[in-house]
């Protein structure tokens, strides 16, 4: 079992940066892939961002390359997500996701456990 806390999120102009992060607890957290998704309203939960198991693998939604950086601190069980130039459209609620398999996924389905999420707003 592992449980997922968000932060990080706010408001912020386009062109800036904030950076999430995920604090998990759990005993499978150094063995499971994490990722990051996003849902706007009135749309679909998407990918942005996942990193495997021992941080060797990393990819990312076209949507988000170049801007935006996983990464993760197994010691500290903390997955985060750099998010720089950011734009209006980047604008929703960020979720974090762990995957039990281990390997980077962007698949929603692929996910065991999700956090509550985090709301980000970019203002044009």
């Known amino acids: 079992q592992v449980q997922l806390v968000e932060s990080g999120g706010g408001l912020v102009q386009a062109g800036g940066s904030l950076r999430l992060s995920c604090a998990a607890s759990g005993r499978t957290f150094s063995s499971a892939a994490m990722g990051w998704f996003r849902q706007a309203p009135g749309k679909e939960r998407e990918f942005a961002a996942a990193?495997?198991?021992?941080?060797?693998?990393?990819i990312y939604a076209d949507s988000v390359k170049g801007r935006f950086t996983i990464s993760r601190d197994n010691a500290k069980t903390t997955v985060y997500l750099q998010m720089n130039s950011l734009k209006p459209e980047d604008t929703a609620v960020y979720y974090c996701?762990?995957?039990?398999?281990?390997?980077?996924?962007?698949?929603?389905?692929?996910?065991?456990?999700w956090g509550q999420g985090t709301q980000v707003t970019v203002s044009s």
């Open positions: 996701a762990a995957d039990r398999r281990g390997l980077a996924s962007g698949a929603v389905a692929e996910y065991d456990y």
């Open positions: 990193i495997s198991w021992r941080g060797t693998t990393t």
